[in-house]
């Protein structure tokens, strides 16, 4: 179980850093949780599996199949560009998954800083899910496959979509665990690793919406069509 015992301290050691002593961004950094209970955290990992019920069986009513069509499932496929790319457990995007844990993290604690561990971590998975759902619409794969970002989308099994969503408790927890700085160091050394292996990583994927976007408002043309 996460421990709160010393978290404010913790928090404030950390973070401080990037937030000097002053200003409402340290102060809501320095905000101490909500303390959970034993019920509080029942009713987190109930809600949990209630999400992860939800995306499962609205993947399967979108018509995602349980396992790849080869009828095999494989611990990790790391072959890019293949049309077993996402339909095994792991692969090299479900380290883009590890990163939403940090991010989700990251952004709960700033918009609702009293928010307690347990709740925050419901709402990270409860946003995952709604991630892996709109991902998986043939709109978003469509999308990935347009551009130079993601070319070997052909949208998640079950079975990946699954683990996608429960790895973001790794980076959640990192989040919460680690000092900022080695949080910071770790998710730009996955990115630099992503663009490197994978060809694609968050921040690309990023700069491409942001080009485009740009483009539809008349700032230019987008370079990532």
């Known amino acids: 179980m996460l421990n709160q015992s010393h978290y404010p301290e913790y928090l404030v050691k950390n973070w401080e850093p990037l937030f000097p002593k002053r200003g409402r961004y340290y102060s809501r950094f320095a905000i101490t949780r909500n303390f959970d209970t034993h019920k509080d955290w029942l009713i987190a990992i109930g809600g949990i ?3 992860l019920a939800v995306q ?8 995602r199949h349980l396992i790849a069509a080869s009828g095999e499932v494989k611990l990790w496929h790391g072959v890019l560009r293949s049309t077993d790319t996402s339909q095994h457990l792991f692969d090299w995007y479900s380290f883009t998954h590890v990163l939403h844990g940090f ?12 928010l307690s561990l347990a709740y925050s971590l419901l709402a990270a998975f409860a946003l995952e899910g709604l991630w892996e759902v709109l991902e998986n619409s043939q709109y978003a794969i469509e999308y990935y496959r347009s551009g130079a970002v993601v070319t070997d989308k052909f ?3 079950m079975v990946n979509s699954f ?8 980076g959640f927890y990192m989040a919460y665990k680690l000092p900022v700085w080695t949080s910071i160091a770790f ?11 994978a060809q ?3 921040t690309i994927l990023f700069l491409r919406m942001m080009s485009e976007l740009l483009s539809l408002l008349g700032f230019g043309t987008s370079n990532y069509r």
């Open 49 to 51: 599996v209630l999400v």
């Open 56 to 63: 499962m069986l609205t993947m399967a009513a979108m018509g």
């Open 103 to 114: 991010i989700f993290y990251f952004i709960l604690r700033v918009v609702f800083p009293k």
């Open 155 to 157: 949208g998640d099994t």
């Open 163 to 170: 683990t996608d969503t429960i790895v973001i408790f790794v």
């Open 187 to 197: 998710v730009i050394f996955i990115e630099i690793m992503l663009a490197a292996f």
């Open 200 to 202: 694609g990583n968050l």
